[in-house]
């Protein structure tokens, strides 16, 4: 199996995390094994656990990972990271590294449907089971799919695309990515046609919906600061603003410290601080990455130490 892969941020990814030779890490989302393979090779007693709910990742993670013993693939969301560690003994972490999105593999990959670039079955499930694309878009009802492309896609003719997908599936299920992408096209003004990816924010929209990607990264980045020891770091590459707002925000409460209201004279909350950000602005790829990786043009990444 061929699995391509450049890491983001690799450089930066790895200063962020300060990785111990000792220590405790996990890598959220394993795809090729890029950041992974760089933890690990730096670990001499520590342990890395790399995770990927999609078993075309895992298989592939694990071979490269063969030469490293300190380093194991667990096949989960890493939104069961919590669990998933308790039952391998590990309750506490110096770090973790979530690089969030689907990943190259499964974009350049045709037949599991998350592009709008090859004609293929309408499918974008990242764990390859459960709910598809093609469900949501022949059974949901306008409203709900209006509010998902408005949602996670941030589309301006969500309604619009809603309404002309409800005809064309009273005709016949709809069942490629071109098709879809057909009706997404016919679905806008020609000036918004004319655009160079027409479809993507449906796509995105779709497959954040498919995966429930928001709920499970809330979900992840709460487990993954729990775990962390003090000290430890929680890095994490972003793709687009909903998943950077999520970060941002999430950040931000695990910073603040008194909250009581700005006209209390002293603090009667008591609240402290338990994290600090390592870098108050997110950092971007440089020049050269952008154009060496067209998958980095997006990142963002920030970075928070547990105190």
């Known amino acids: 199996m061929e699995f391509s892969h450049c890491s983001v941020l690799l450089s930066e990814c790895l200063e962020g995390l300060r990785v111990k030779p000792d220590g405790i890490y996990v890598d959220a989302t394993a795809g090729g094994a890029g950041h992974s393979g760089e933890i690990a090779k730096r670990l001499k007693g520590g342990r890395l656990y790399s995770f ?16 490293y013993p300190g380093a194991q693939v667990v096949q989960s969301n890493f939104r069961e990271m919590k669990r998933a560690l308790a ?42 089971k459960g709910l598809s694309a093609k469900e949501i878009v022949n059974q949901y009802p306008v409203q709900e799919i209006t509010r998902i492309l408005r949602e996670y896609g941030e589309e301006k003719f969500a309604h619009s ?25 016919s679905s806008m003004p020609a000036k918004a046609r004319r655009e160079k990816n027409p479809s993507k924010r449906t796509f995105q929209a779709l497959r954040i919906a498919v995966n429930s990607e928001l709920e499970s990264l809330s979900e992840g980045l709460d487990q993954a600061f729990e775990l962390l020891s003090s000290g430890g770091r929680l890095v994490v590459i972003s793709f687009h603003s909903l998943e ?14 008194c909250t009581c209201p700005p006209d209390f004279p002293v603090c009667v909350c008591g609240n402290t601080p338990r994290a600090k950000l390592v ?29």
């Open 244 to 257: 950077d707002r999520m970060v941002k925000q999430r950040f931000a409460s695990w910073c603040k410290g």
């Open 279 to 307: 870098n108050k602005k997110p950092i971007l790829p440089s020049e050269r990455e952008l154009s060496e990786n067209a998958r980095s043009q997006s990142a963002k990444l920030r970075i928070l130490e547990k105190l």
């Open 161 to 185: 695309i809603a309404l002309h997908i409800e005809r064309a599936r009273e005709q016949k299920e709809i069942e490629t990515t071109f098709e879809l992408s057909d009706i997404i096209k």
């Open 52 to 67: 990927d709910q999609d078993p075309d990742a895992v298989a592939v993670a694990a071979e490269r990972l063969r030469p």
């Open 87 to 128: 039952a391998l003994g590990v309750h506490r972490i110096d770090g973790a590294l979530f690089d969030l999105g689907v990943s190259s593999f499964q974009l350049d990959t045709a037949d599991r449907g998350f592009s709008y670039r090859y004609n293929a079955p309408l499918d974008m499930r990242m764990s390859q």
